[in-house]
């Protein structure tokens, strides 16, 4: 088991983290473009053969995101449109590879993450937004790396099964 | 920090050493579970626990920028660590790498060592990745191993929190005392770590 909830709410996730140091116009209309993107794309059927790219793109752009955490400046407008519509992307793939429509509902409300860590943000805790964010990095790596390894991934049956 | 705050640090402390189980860390594997195994993960091994615990408290001692640094570049190079495992790169003997971890953290700790940003960085980040060889050689067995890592992450991210809460202590009268104390126990235990590992 790899799909689910966890892959798109992990990168709504490291979205909201992301937005926390941007300025509020741009936290909203990321998160509207968000919204937009999702609608879109919810219906758009996607090959299976796209499979291991969309959870590839999904883990890449966990880490990238929750990276953004520590560009100097913060995000600024064209960048959280960016990262939202990336996320939107990635993540409407991935559910509709392996998972449900209610997947995505589910993770929808990890984005929202962006209220406390802005507030933390505000009241100069960056510190603790950007502890969260290299966990986040942490696990993508490790996720995206995994199906290119030479190991039986527990997802998938082995030799004894 | 008022008594009440104290004591329930303490009594986290206590609730932490229980949950650790014998000396060597990383027994049983993930294959069941995703986020419950993988958060338990941390917690079964007392070296592991010390090891993260002591990541934090020495941050703390450090301040800024380490104090954030070090929970930044342990996880990001425990995973790197862990793929190493994974690819089936040899290490040296990981139980000593850890063992080490344990010994020379608490040490730091015990010292009030004040090292520069990059050596306090490339001590932490060496042993990282020891720690992330480790779990790395379970993850792939792991049922659901994106759940799997998101629960040892977050555990060994909340162990770096538990660390730097307990280095707040310095700022009180006598905190300072205590925190040191505790890395010289840390360190002690490290020793007796290293010592099983070598004659084993």
């Not at chain 2, 986290?12 to 294959?31: I, K």
């Amino acid at each position: 088991m790899r799909g689910g909830v966890l892959p798109p709410a992990l990168l709504f996730a490291a979205l909201g983290l992301a937005l926390a140091f941007a300025p509020a116009r741009a936290r909203a209309w990321g998160l509207v473009s968000l919204m937009v993107t999702l609608a879109a794309l919810s219906f758009v059927p996607v090959s299976h053969g796209w499979l291991e790219t969309a959870f590839l793109g999904c883990w890449v752009s966990v880490a990238v995101t929750a990276a953004a955490v520590h560009i100097p400046q913060g995000t600024r407008m064209a960048g959280a449109l960016v990262l939202s519509v990336n996320a939107g992307i990635w993540a409407s793939v991935v559910v509709a590879l392996s998972g449900t429509r209610l997947d995505l509902v589910e993770a929808v409300p990890c984005a929202l993450l962006v209220l406390p860590a802005s507030w933390l943000v505000a009241k100069r805790a960056s510190i603790a937004v950007k502890v969260a964010s290299s966990w986040l990095i942490a696990i993508a790596m490790l996720a995206a790396v995994l199906p290119f390894l030479a190991v039986t991934p527990g997802y998938l049956p082995d030799h004894l099964e | 920090m008022n008594r009440g705050r104290v004591t329930l640090l303490i009594a986290t402390m206590g609730f932490v050493a229980l949950l650790g189980g014998q000396a060597d860390a990383h027994t049983g594997t993930g294959l069941p579970g995703g986020f419950a195994s993988g958060f338990r993960h941390p917690f079964s091994g007392l070296d592991h626990l010390l090891a993260m615990v002591s990541v934090g408290l020495w941050g703390a001692f450090l301040g800024r920028p380490l104090i954030y640094l070090l929970p930044v570049i342990f996880p990001t190079v425990m995973a790197g660590g862990a793929v190493l495992a994974m690819i089936g790169l040899r290490l040296p003997p990981v139980e000593i790498g850890i063992a080490l971890s344990v010994l020379v953290l608490g040490a730091c700790i015990a010292l009030a060592v004040k090292a520069p940003v990059w050596v306090a960085s490339l001590i932490v980040a060496t042993f990282a990745l020891f720690h992330g060889y480790a779990h790395g050689m379970e993850l792939p067995s792991a049922a659901d191993p994106v759940g799997y890592s998101v629960g040892f992450v977050l555990a060994t991210g909340l162990l770096h929190v538990l660390g730097i809460g307990i280095g707040t202590l310095n700022a009180r009268p006598g905190g300072l005392v205590v925190t040191r104390s505790a890395g010289g126990l840390i360190a002690v235990t490290g020793a007796w770590f290293l010592y099983t590992a070598v004659v084993r």
